[in-house]
Structure formats: structure tokens, C-alpha cells
């Protein structure tokens, strides 16, 4: 079938042409004559997702919570997520990631990464909306757990506490992905923890030491080393449209969109719930009762929007939201190779946008979106 788009991105470029897919496949790409004005772009990657649609993924009891959840982001153009788990009792945590794995299976929507593991061995520092009380040292013991209990494709550690090499290089040994996040990491903390591995810096800015010109913290260490990918929340409540420029300009090709949506993501206003934490939606941005951003209620494609509306260029806005995501996501939890992107001969994980970048159409492996 042919998809009626004016172009595709492919390699990262926007090339002009329809696209056909056949039997679950990208068949060919820059076929003439262009149809219609949309443009098809890889189904986009969400590494850092809490909730959706009412459903919180810590809290969540149900596998059919998992999968409205999944439908859900479908609908917005999600074809895979990275199910996020956020600082809770351990046992908690372990139920949380039985539930992933017992939901991931079917074609419910998006498809099911392992999950992100944000805590706890994150800084009493710099906790944001994550509950101190379960905060705990690192402890390769408890990882472990973890990682037996459902599959974890990537975690977030503040890589300056005392026991934090141990987690990670036992996560890394197990191939999962280190982000450092939630930190208080001088700049030399920070590049002795991406020289040992770890993959990039979580929500940048966000809950971590940052940019003082003569006392340089994590954000600033994240964006000058030129392996880390960094983490960026752009749904016009976390970052400023001049930091989002900056992020773009210093990190070029490394830089990945990211929600941390919540359970208030395509909801109302109203009161939702983070794990043990009581959240509230209102004016589109999502705080826990102190007044402080938890998480938020964004789209992926609304925050490809919202870095277009910054001036940053469209490609590099959706290779930011599908190439490099995707990239933190080891071989062992990814659902084929073409995860994060679109070639002839790939598996046909398409989104489709409008001129306006609203999502028209979404195909999860050459299928409509359920």
C-alpha cells in the first residue's frame, strides 16, 4: 500500500517522495509522484514515559492498564516505549516490572521496551518528585532484583553516590543502559561516569547540578563529552525555548526528545497519582504539592512541535524523537533492528504527520495502530 505522503525521513533527511509498505515492510521510499502532504517518519522511540492516558505504570495492578496504556500512545505516534518505573518500596518496584513483562506480549499499541528503572539510588540532593523515603544507597544486590524480576533495558543512577560503580557496571555487564539523572555530580563525577559507561544524562537540566561557569555540574559535563546523549523534556514547561536552541547547537545528533509523561498525559486537569505521589494537572503542566514539575503530560509529537517552534530544524527535531532514542535501547530489548528508523527493507514502524505535525496515521509492523 502506499502511505500518500509528500516525503520521508530517512538517515535523518527529509526526502521527497511517497512510501510504500508491503507485508509488514518500508517496500520502498521517494516514489513519484508525492502524495498528499504529510510526510511518514519512523514511529517515534519515548525512553522515558511514567503514564498515559490515566494509567500510572508504578501504581499500575492490571495488564489491561498496561495495554490501554500502549493503545494510547499508539494513537499519538509511540510505536515503542520505554515503560517507566520510578523511585518506590522495592516491592513495589519488582510488581511494577512483573506486570511490563506479563503485558508486553500482543498487539495492544506501541510496542513494550524493557523498562527504565529512575531510581532509587538516586541524590537526596536532588530527588525532584521522587519519594526520599525510598531512596537508598546503590546496591548491586537490589538492581539485581530487579532486573530478575522483568526485563530493564535502562536505568537512571546518580553516578557520584558511594556504591554507584558497582550498579553500574553490573548493569552494563547485563547490557542494560546507565543514564546518570537525579544527580549532584561535579563535571569531573560526571565524566569519569560516562568514561565508564554510562550512556548520557536523564530529563538534562532537570533535578541535576548544571552549568555554573566556574563550578560545572552535570548538565555542563553531559553536553561537552562527546559520547553522552542527552535527555530533554521539551513540552514547554521544563526548558526554555533559548536552552533548548543551546542543547541542540552544543549536542548535535545526540540530543533525544523525551515526555516523562505521567498518567495525566491525554487526560483533563485534574488529580492524578506518580507512584506514592499525588500529582496535579493544570494549564498543561503537571506538579506534585510542593508546586514543582513531576513529570509532565506531553505528547512526543507535541514536543517535536514544540523544538520546531524554537527554531530548531524539523529533521533534527524528528531524529530526536526516533534515530536517537532508540540508540539507548540495547540489542537485547529491542523489537527488531529498525527501531528508530525508516529504510526500504525495514520493519514498517511508520508515523505519518501533518503540515501542522499532528499525527494522522500510525503503523506498528505494517499494521494500523489498535
Request: charged residues 15%; glycine residues 12%; aromatic residues 2%.
Amino acid at each position: 500500500m502506499r502511505l500518500g505522503v509528500s516525503a520521508a525521513l530517512v538517515g535523518g533527511v527529509l526526502h521527497r517522495g511517497d512510501v510504500a509498505v508491503v507485508d509488514g515492510r518500508v517496500e520502498a521510499v521517494g516514489l513519484s509522484p508525492a502524495c498528499g502532504a504529510g510526510i511518514a517518519v519512523p514511529g517515534l522511540v519515548d525512553v522515558q514515559c511514567n503514564g498515559y492516558a490515566g494509567v500510572d505504570l508504578t501504581a499500575a495492578t492490571d495488564p489491561d492498564e498496561v495495554r490501554r496504556f500502549r493503545r494510547a500512545l499508539a494513537q499519538d505516534g509511540v510505536t515503542a516505549v520505554a515503560p517507566t518505573v520510578i523511585t518506590a518500596a522495592p516491592d513495589t518496584t519488582t510488581t511494577a516490572l512483573r506486570l511490563l513483562d506479563a503485558a508486553r506480549s500482543g498487539d495492544a499499541g506501541a510496542r513494550l521496551l524493557g523498562a527504565h528503572v529512575e531510581g532509587p539510588f538516586l541524590s537526596p540532593k536532588r530527588p525532584g518528585t521522587h519519594p526520599p523515603q525510598f531512596l537508598r544507597p546503590p546496591d548491586p544486590g537490589l538492581f539485581e532484583a530487579f532486573r530478575t524480576a522483568g526485563a530493564v533495558a535502562i536505568t537512571t543512577v546518580a553516578p557520584e553516590l558511594d556504591g554507584a560503580d558497582a550498579v553500574i557496571a553490573s548493569a552494563l555487564r547485563a547490557g542494560v543502559t546507565v543514564m546518570a539523572g537525579h544527580s549532584d555530580a561535579p563535571a569531573a563525577e560526571a565524566h569519569a561516569g560516562f568514561d565508564a559507561g554510562v550512556a548520557g544524562a536523564t530529563h538534562l537540566f532537570n533535578a541535576m547540578s548544571g552549568f555554573d561557569h566556574r563550578s560545572p555540574g552535570l548538565a555542563a559535563a553531559a553536553l561537552a563529552h562527546p559520547g553522552a546523549v542527552v535527555t530533554v523534556i521539551a513540552d514547554g514547561h521544563h526548558l526554555d525555548p533559548d536552552v533548548l536552541r543551546v542543547v541542540a547547537a552544543a549536542a548535535p545528533g545526540r540530543w533525544a526528545l523525551i515526555t516523562d509523561a505521567t498518567a495525566a498525559a491525554g487526560m483533563p486537569d485534574g488529580t492524578f497519582r506518580l507512584g506514592d505521589v499525588e500529582l496535579t494537572l493544570a494549564d498543561g503542566a503537571v506538579r506534585n504539592p510542593d508546586g514543582t514539575l513531576a513529570g509532565s503530560a506531553a505528547t512526543l509529537a507535541g514536543c517535536v512541535r514544540v523544538a520546531v517552534s524554537a527554531g530548531i530544524g524539523l529533521a533534527d527535531a524528528l531524529t530526536a524523537a526516533t534515530a536517537t532514542p532508540a540508540r539507548l535501547v540495547g540489542p537485547a530489548h529491542r523489537p527488531h533492528p529498525d527501531l528508530g528508523v525508516l529504510r526500504p527493507g525495514g520493519v514498517a514502524d511508520v508515523t505519518v504527520l501533518d503540515d501542522a505535525l499532528a499525527v494522522t496515521r500510525v503503523l506498528v509492523g505494517g499494521a494500523e495502530a489498535a
